[in-house]
């Protein structure tokens, strides 16, 4: 696994293109039914282009999320602790963007902060709202990581992320439990080894892991 470099670029965000009507929507639900093989006309799959349109919302939902908004509310009355935060183990669902399956898989966020802390439950939130998008997994990474790192601006930010690609598993070359497991270490996890040390053994070493 390789320790990636600090200056992460994060893609700029290029203009997207409107979205199309919850009809138009559901119109190309009905022609991937077709394409599946299937006849969108039967009892069954009446309101199939509907749900799925709905659950399109709910699974890819990170596009209405701004992650630097939901970092914002920080505290700094911590009695000067300065040692390092682990959230570790939070599961998250995510989609492939080469083939639309899903990535499910686990987070481990860590921070060594700087002076304030951010609510426990904002890292799990961040970790979301990139994942509810189309991702590559070593994108999906850089960005948690990224995202903490300027909002929080912390001595150093570490994101572990260990995934099961579904495109993997349920098609193509068919190797079910098989886990990718990424990292991006910045800041003091990066540069010192005590501490990536630490993080590591703190969630448990996944690049160590045997079976
Ligand atoms: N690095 C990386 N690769 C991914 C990720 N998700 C899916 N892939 C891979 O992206 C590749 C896309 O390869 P293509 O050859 O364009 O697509 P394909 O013909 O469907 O490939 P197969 O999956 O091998 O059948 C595949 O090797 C996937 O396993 C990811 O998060 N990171
Ligand atoms: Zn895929």
Known sequence: MNVQDPKITIETERAKPARPTRQEAEDAVRTLLRWAGDDPDREGLLDTPKRVTKAYSDWFRGYDEDPAELLQRTFEEVEGYDEMVVLRDIRFESYCEHHMAPIIGKAHVGYLPKGRVVGISKLARIVDAFAKRLQVQEKMNAQIAQVLMDTLEPHGVAV?????????????????????????MLGAFRDDPATRKEFMTVIGNPTNRMS
């Open 160 to 184: 572990v992320l260990e995934g099961e690609h579904h495109c993997m598993s349920t098609r193509g070359v068919h190797k079910p439990g098989v886990s990718m497991v990424t990292s991006t």
